[in-house]
């Protein structure tokens, strides 16, 4: 059984701090990672995806892929109010993604 | 404007009954999937399709069907053999070919199932 693992959460921190959001999956044959974020109600959007090990960044937010160790993470830097969201890890299974149960971030201003 | 749309945005069953949610994309994307999502947890798959006239179970497929007819449209029925159905149900659909976009999953706005 392929998994994903997130840490539930609640994630805290200030506005302006940087926020780190964890993953670890199984299958070591997985070549695509992605990071969705979902708001309460609604449905999750992409933030990032990354394929290579390192990181890749866009904007506020920087992925980091370690295939090694079977892990990825999401760094969101001066966090904002408005980034208090649920975040979702996806791994993709050859034909479709698992997701993990997500990391619930609140941003306090 | 190029997108997912589902319908209806609120649904209520009521025992017994099947119902269908729609989902249409006009992205020209070759794949599109059905999750479900409880309060909670992650996104469970239902269904799958590659390309028309097939799809693939996913994990929790039983009491539930599905058909691909068209590249643009996968509707959804939740049958009346699916005994916990109250769930928001996600659509989203993929690009098939680039590698970096290969299972970059879109999704639509969601269908929230209520039983009466």
């Known amino acids: 059984q392929k998994e994903v693992e997130q840490n539930s959460g609640p994630l805290s921190v200030p506005e302006g701090a940087i926020a780190s959001l964890n993953c670890t999956y199984s299958?070591?044959?997985?070549?695509?990672f992605f990071w969705y974020r979902q708001y309460s109600g609604k449905s999750p959007e992409l933030i990032m995806f990354?394929?290579?090990?390192g990181d890749k960044e866009d904007g506020r937010f920087t992925a980091q892929l370690n295939k090694a160790s079977q892990y990825v993470s999401l760094l969101i830097r001066d966090s904002q109010p408005s980034d208090s969201a649920t975040y979702l890890c996806?791994?993709?299974?050859?034909?479709?993604?698992?997701f993990g149960k997500g990391t619930t971030l609140s941003v306090s201003s | 404007d190029g997108g997912i749309t589902q319908s209806p945005k609120y649904l209520f069953r009521k025992e017994g009954q099947n119902v269908t949610l729609s989902c249409e994309q006009n992205?020209?994307?070759?794949?599109m999937y059905w999750y479900r999502q409880d309060p909670g947890q992650g996104l469970r798959l239902i269904y799958y399709?590659?390309?028309?006239?097939?799809?693939q179970k996913g994990d929790i497929a039983e009491g539930y069907s599905v058909s691909r007819e068209k590249k643009e449209s996968f509707p959804l029925t939740v049958t009346s053999a699916q005994k916990n159905p109250t769930a928001f149900y996600l659509c989203?659909?993929?690009?098939?070919?680039?590698?970096?976009?290969?299972?970059?999953?879109?999704f639509g706005p969601g269908t929230r199932l209520l039983v009466l």
């Open positions: 399709s590659q390309i028309v006239n097939d799809f």
């Open positions: 299958d070591r044959g997985s070549q695509s």
């Open positions: 992205l020209n994307h070759d794949a």
């Open positions: 989203a659909s993929s690009i098939r070919g680039d590698r970096e976009l290969q299972e970059t999953q879109y």
């Open positions: 990354i394929y290579s090990n």
């Open positions: 996806a791994v993709d299974a050859g034909t479709a993604l698992i």
